[in-house]
């Protein structure tokens, strides 16, 4: 039977999830970026006094992607791509299950329900009162952009 202590668990781990994904997004997108703003070439590797970094490059067999497929089929057989391509356009409609959740009017969650997903995740309490407020006020601005009231989550 559900209780409020789940749901709060469940709104706390949302809001806390907001401002990590936001940050995983962008130190994944700033990787590349970085790694190749270092200027290094193949054979001539760096070594620095508290970091290395080389480049190597190797040949990697990969999988044709499908819509490659897809097109040189239709280009070898004209008439089944066709019949594949109309059954590829054809929409489908699956169910969707979500849970929605929010906090009542005038209330909020308190520092014990967020401390208590992030030492569920791992963090010491130490550690998790640290990062609290700045997770939180990330949490609050992105919110804010977004203009959310009522979440959900997708769960079959």
């Given at each position: 039977?559900?209780?409020?202590?789940?749901?709060?668990?469940?709104?706390?781990?949302?809001?806390?999830?907001?401002?990590?994904?936001?940050?995983?997004?962008?130190?994944?997108?700033?990787?590349?970026?970085?790694?190749?703003?270092?200027?290094?070439?193949?054979?001539?590797?760096?070594?620095?006094?508290?970091?290395?970094?080389?480049?190597?490059?190797?040949?990697?067999?990969?999988?044709?992607?499908?819509?490659?497929?897809?097109?040189?089929?239709?280009?070898?057989?004209?008439?089944?791509?066709?019949?594949?391509?109309?059954?590829i356009a054809e929409t489908r409609i699956e169910a969707?299950?979500?849970?929605?959740?929010?906090?009542?009017?005038?209330?909020?969650?308190?520092?014990?329900?967020?401390?208590?997903?992030?030492?569920?995740?791992?963090?010491?309490?130490?550690?998790?009162?640290?990062?609290?407020?700045?997770?939180?006020?990330?949490?609050?601005?992105?919110?804010?952009?977004?203009?959310?009231?009522?979440?959900?989550?997708?769960?079959?």
């Amino acid at each position: 039977m559900t209780n409020e202590r789940q749901v709060l668990e469940l709104i706390a781990t949302d809001r806390l999830h907001i401002p990590v994904s936001s940050m995983s997004g962008k130190l994944k997108r700033r990787q590349p970026k970085l790694a190749q703003e270092l200027g290094l070439v193949e054979g001539r590797p760096f070594f620095g006094d508290r970091a290395y970094a080389r480049v190597e490059s190797e040949d990697v067999s990969k999988a044709r992607r499908l819509s490659d497929a897809v097109e040189t089929y239709c280009a070898d057989r004209p008439r089944e791509g066709a019949v594949l391509k109309g059954y590829i356009a054809e929409t489908r409609i699956e169910a969707e299950t979500h849970v929605y959740f929010g906090m009542n009017e005038g209330c909020r969650l308190t520092e014990a329900d967020y401390l208590g997903v992030m030492t569920d995740l791992g963090f010491s309490e130490a550690v998790a009162r640290n990062l609290y407020q700045p997770l939180l006020d990330v949490s609050r601005k992105i919110s804010k952009k977004r203009d959310e009231g009522e979440r959900s989550v997708l769960i079959g």
